[in-house]
């Protein structure tokens, strides 16, 4: 007889999704670039995969840090100093560097304090449940990241009430602020940057909605972090002019190619999350190795070379994006690192990733519950330290792509992410 976590198993294989995906892999197996595993890394930003070297397009270290000696020794270093990891939740205690990094991010992201926490992720399933209570509201972006989701979740599952409006939509943010009425507090959830089609929100917009409504914004930048803006402090400053009313997120994992997330603001505003997040209460803390790293990565943004890594990868993302566009591609998004051109059926996009492999560049094919089914999209990642010659050898096999397979033609350079359906068909069982 079959035990209960048999059954589990088997009723889980038969869930609409598990069924979708199965079918995806059964009908085009030779095709999926997913799960795939990466046997070496060289500096040039290529890599072997399959037993292919290849150029990396799909790396979110999009300075090069993660090649960088100085980070390198400096988490070798905290290794030394610290051993591998302090084995304690911070509600005990913190080892120096994690105080260090903090204070250093504060610094750099001229904020009076910041918190960090392991990941991204936990900062969303941490904080944002942290900062609701059952009278308040939280109200995200439809097409927020899945970790804001998922911490606007455990906040409805303790009665804070939630919702999401229409993406990157500030008379609906308006609309649906109004109909949770009444509430005590609100929180806006976005993105930053949504790191599916490299667009950028209005802040400004959502500040007006907010300041009328009792509302604060909370902005997930984990792909703006040490990337865009000054010093590489994020799109937050950079749109708004001051960190008013505004909480920001930041990534330690992507451009920073260390380990964790963080949230800068307030000192109040970050004790208060100390003692409010479960995922930092109940959970361990970054290592001090990386911790190390994070302050080397600090140096670097604060030194003339940020400029020079800017200005490498603002002129790689100009002419991948230029080239893109004069071949007729739908590109999305709005020239940062991450550039994706809309391909459409989810078949079509696995297609067009392996077909990209075999021409020696590796890109991320992107398709739902990613992206809205039938909208799937290849994820261009550039980097500072692309060479010209990678970036128009990728556009010369977007020519021959658009010779092999259908892809949709330009509306206009540069248009919004498509608002398609949300769900894929049923699959017949
Ligand atoms: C906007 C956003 N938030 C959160 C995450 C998850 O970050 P982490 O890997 O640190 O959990 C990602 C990862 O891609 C992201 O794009």
Known sequence: MSLPLDRLIASLT???MTRFFQKLFAEFPD????????????????????????????????LGFDQD??????????VRDWGTHNGS??????????????EKIAAWMGTEAALIYPSVTLVNTGALPGLATRHDAIVGDQFAHNSIDEGMKIAKARCVRTAKFAHNDPIDLARVLDGLRPYRHAIIAVDGVYSMSGELPP???????AADRDAILYVDDAHGTGVLGERGRGTVLEAQGNYDNTLVVGSLSKAFSCLGGFVAGQTAACEVLKLRSNSLIFGGPVPPSYLEGIGAVIDILNSPEYDR????????VHRLTDGACSLGLNVLGGRVPIVSILVGAEEQTLQAGRFLFEHGYYVQSVIFPAVAHAAGVLRIQVNANHTAEQI???????AALKQAVTLPAAEAAVIRFPAVAAVPEPIPA
């Open 203 to 209: 802040l400004r917009e959502f500040q007006k909605v």
């Open 69 to 78: 000696l100085r980070v390198q020794e400096a988490i070798e270093k905290g």
């Open 89 to 102: 939740s911070r509600a005990f205690s913190s080892v120096r560097p994690n105080v260090a990094a903090e």
């Open 392 to 398: 128009d050898g990728l556009l010369e096999a977007l």
């Open 14 to 16: 038969r869930t609409g």
């Open 31 to 62: 095709l999926l670039m997913k799960d795939q595993t990466v046997e070496a890394v060289r500096p040039d930003r290529t890599f072997r995969m399959n037993g292919t070297w290849v150029t990396n397009f799909g790396s979110d270290s999009f």
């Open 309 to 316: 890594l800017r200005a490498n990868l603002d002129a790689n």
